[in-house]
Every structure is written in C-alpha cells, then in structure tokens.
C-alpha cells in the first residue's frame, strides 16, 4: 500500500474519531471502514487479525452503549468547544498515558471546559458529573474503542 493510500486511510479514521464527538456521524463505523480497505489492500496475517478484532471490539461496544441510559443532550448546555476540549483530552491522554490516558484525558477535558466557563471547581465538578451521566459514558465507550483500533492501526503500520 503506498503512502497515499496509507494517508487516506489515516484520514478516514480520524475523521471517524472526529465524527464520535459529532452526533449523528457514525464515527466507529467509518473507523471499521478505514480498516477495512487497509485490510484489503495489504492481505497479511496482522491485518486480517486487526479487522476482525475491530470489528469484534465495535460489535461489543454497539452492545455496550445500547445498555447505557439513553443519551439526554437537550438542556445540557453541551458546546462545540466542551466537545473540543473533551476530543483534545482523550487523545492527548491515549498519547500521554498509552491506552488507558484517554478516559482520564476525555473526562479532565470536559471539566476544564466547565472550568473555564464556571469558574469555580464546586461547580465545573457537578458539571461535569452531569453531563458524563447523560451523554459522556457512551461518547467515552465509543471513543475509547475507536482509539484502540487506531492505535493498533498506526503501530501495525508503523512497526510492520
């Protein structure tokens, strides 16, 4: 597979990383579908593993998320930025603390928006409480597995 294709494909994962903060993006699935290609253009052992442990991994977080509470968006106050600040801390969290740095990254970016726009940690903290109550453990369940699957992706890249 060539650099481009390579490069395509990154893109197509982030934008699917981008698009579990986004509702009504169906952010795993084009996460699934990036490697999938990438499975089909390479047709080595790593690859078929990797495309079948995703999508095990998506089919249970599916299962997962459709036992959670149902998401209560209206009302919450849930910004742009608040999405922003939660992406940035999951991510800088998954690189700084490999794996599992992106639950304590996604939840401390959430409270650092509310910080930022309360001012006070009493109320930033039941803030935060809230809005992962109602809409952060399912963006956090779907996120997290997307991460795994593209940190997998780009180690089998590359160190293979």
């Known amino acids: 597979m060539g650099v481009w294709q390579l490069l395509l494909v990154a893109m197509?994962?982030?934008?699917?990383?981008?698009?579990?903060?986004?509702?009504?993006?169906p952010g795993p699935w084009l996460v699934w579908a990036a490697m999938l290609w990438w499975a089909l253009h390479e047709r080595t052992g790593l690859a078929w593993i990797l495309l079948v442990s995703s999508t095990a991994l998506l089919l249970l977080t599916q299962v997962v998320?459709?036992?959670l509470?149902?998401?209560?968006?209206?009302?919450?106050?849930?910004?742009?930025?608040m999405v922003t600040y939660a992406g940035l801390g999951a991510l800088f969290?998954?690189?700084?603390?490999?794996?599992?740095?992106?639950?304590?990254?996604?939840?401390?970016?959430?409270?650092l928006c509310e910080r930022l726009r309360l001012g006070g940690h009493g109320q930033a903290r039941a803030s935060t409480r809230t809005l992962m109550r109602a809409v952060g453990t399912s963006v956090l369940v779907e996120l997290f597995a997307c991460l795994l699957i593209v940190g997998a992706w780009a180690g089998a890249v590359l160190w293979g």
């Open 12 to 25: 197509v994962m982030l934008l699917g990383l981008f698009g579990v903060l986004a509702p009504g993006v």
């Open 65 to 67: 998320v459709w036992q």
């Open 69 to 81: 509470p149902p998401r209560r968006i209206r009302g919450l106050g849930i910004t742009r930025r």
């Open 93 to 111: 969290g998954f690189v700084l603390i490999p794996v599992i740095g992106a639950i304590p990254g996604f939840v401390g970016g959430i409270y």
